[in-house]
Structure formats: structure tokens, C-alpha cells
């Protein structure tokens, strides 16, 4: 890894997503009732490889606000690649619902699980 990217890059990388992360953290706080702060702090999490915080977060998006499609879309993510494929499928339908029909066009594609 060069210098540029090892020291410079990364460093300011990881100050910006550290500073990201806390403007999401200050949202819940103002907003608790908020679910999209919720999801972008998980998806800053999922990046960092914390995905059962990151699960944890959706899961509370999507209790906030059942018909919120990307965390919905997000949660079946995490659960294709858990091999929990009725969980995946419940959340790829239940996105798809509400407008965001990416993740069970994926589980389709991919031939995830059975569509029941």
C-alpha cells in the first residue's frame, strides 16, 4: 500500500466516516423516533464489518416505520449472506412492497432460497 493512501488517504477516510457516524448518532439522539438515522449508521457500521450492530439498527428502522424499503432492502442483505433465506425473503418482499424492488430482484437473480 502506498504512503499516499496508507497515511494520507485512509487517516482522513476514517475521520470523515468517525464524524459521519457521529451526526448519525446526534440524529437518533434529537430524533429517536427518526428511522432513517438509524439505517445510515447502520450502513456505516456494515462498512466497518460490525454487521450484528448494523443488523440491530435495521431492525430498529424497520420498527420505527414498518414501510421503510431500504431498511428493509438492507436487512435482506445481511440475511442472504447469513444463509437465513426465509428472513432475507420476508424483508425483500416487504421492501418490494414499499417501493424498492432491488433486493428481491437480487434474491431472483441469484437464485437465493425459494420465493414462497
Given at each position: ?5 496508507k497515511e494520507v ?108
Amino acid at each position: 500500500m502506498s504512503f499516499w493512501r496508507k497515511e494520507v488517504v485512509d487517516v482522513a477516510l476514517g475521520a470523515e466516516t468517525r464524524r459521519q457516524m457521529a451526526e448519525q448518532r446526534a440524529w437518533i439522539e434529537r430524533e429517536p423516533a427518526n428511522p432513517r438515522p438509524y439505517f445510515h449508521l447502520a450502513q456505516f457500521y456494515r462498512m466497518e464489518g460490525r454487521e450484528d450492530d448494523g443488523l440491530g439498527l435495521l431492525l430498529e428502522a424497520v420498527r420505527l416505520d414498518p414501510q421503510f424499503a431500504p431498511a428493509h432492502a438492507a436487512l435482506a442483505e445481511i440475511y442472504a449472506v447469513r444463509g437465513d433465506y426465509p428472513a432475507a425473503w420476508r424483508h425483500a418482499r416487504a421492501a418490494e412492497s414499499h417501493g424498492d424492488p432491488r433486493a428481491a430482484d437480487m434474491l431472483r437473480r441469484h437464485q437465493v432460497g425459494q420465493a414462497s
